[in-house]
């Protein structure tokens, strides 16, 4: 999860198509993948939901080193996540959370996990206020 999130590239453009050969879009095709994952019980789905996670928290921490600690990331801004980014991440992720938590079928362990995503989720999607209308109905 930490390689998908530390190898993301600054978007531009909120909403627009993903670069061709882009990590988000392996993201975005991941997402999908996994969509189908849900369904299922057992160990692949507990492996799933963890990677689910770690990807949202892992996100959130970048995204608060880069814009919230003094003195702040040290990166070059051009390697620095932007709104659009944030707005790509809800877009990509809520709609697998909203699924997860659908199809729960039952263990503590993972429905915990799937509501940390969704806490770090809806923390991103409020620094978008067009995310937040979506995502204000399941927090």
């Known amino acids: 999860?930490?390689?998908?999130?530390?190898?993301?590239?600054?978007?531009q453009t909120v909403g627009a198509a993903f670069p061709e050969g882009s990590?988000?879009?392996?993201?975005e095709m991941l997402c999908r993948?996994?969509?189908a994952c849900n369904i299922h019980t057992g160990a692949w789905t507990w492996h799933v939901r963890t990677f689910i996670c770690e990807l949202c928290r892992g996100y959130y921490v970048r995204v608060c080193r880069e814009r919230y600690h003094e003195?702040?990331?040290?990166a070059h801004p051009t390697y620095l996540?932007?709104?659009a980014?944030?707005?790509a991440f809800v877009r990509l992720l809520f709609p697998l959370l909203v699924d997860t938590m659908t199809l729960q079928a039952g263990g503590h362990s993972q429905l915990q996990r799937t509501i940390t995503s969704f806490a770090y989720v809806a923390r991103l999607a409020m620094l978008s206020t067009q995310r937040w209308g979506?995502?204000?109905?399941?927090?």
């Open 81 to 83: 996540l932007t709104p």
């Open 33 to 35: 993948r996994l969509a």
């Open 1 to 11: 999860a930490k390689f998908f999130v530390y190898s993301l590239e600054p978007l």
């Open 23 to 27: 990590v988000w879009q392996a993201l």
């Open 85 to 87: 980014c944030d707005d």
């Open 71 to 74: 003195p702040g990331c040290r």
């Open 134 to 139: 979506e995502v204000l109905a399941f927090v």
